[in-house]
């Protein structure tokens, strides 16, 4: 299936800003990794505070949330004393806009 950029680009409302965060964990304090994990993604059914501002991971150590929630998340970062980077993105909902479009 080829995709054609009019598609893609038709709708405005189909595209939202995200902050991508890519975290480095120091390696010397395997406990302290272990818990910034459980409390990034969740453990034992309770939701992470990844999810809980409506974001979601997209690769180890690579997760992406609504750019309006990226303060509370430096935040966290903060005070964990962990390193990341962050980068400002829009994306586009492709799927959307293919199925829309199948009919």
Not at 10 to 30: C, N
Not at 31 to 40: E, Q
Not at 50 to 74: Q, R, T
């Amino acid at each position: 299936m080829v995709l054609k950029p009019a598609v893609i680009h038709k709708k405005t409302s189909d595209t939202r800003e995200q902050a991508i965060f890519i975290y480095h964990l120091p390696s010397k304090d395997k406990s302290k990794r272990v818990r910034f994990v459980y409390a990034m993604k969740g453990r034992d059914g309770e939701e992470g505070i990844v999810k809980s501002y409506k974001g979601e991971f997209i690769a180890p150590a690579c997760f992406m949330v609504p750019w309006d929630k990226s303060d509370a998340i430096k935040e966290v970062f903060g005070s964990w004393g962990v390193g990341y980077r962050m980068m400002r993105v829009r994306v586009i909902e492709i799927f959307k806009a293919l199925t829309k479009n199948r009919k």
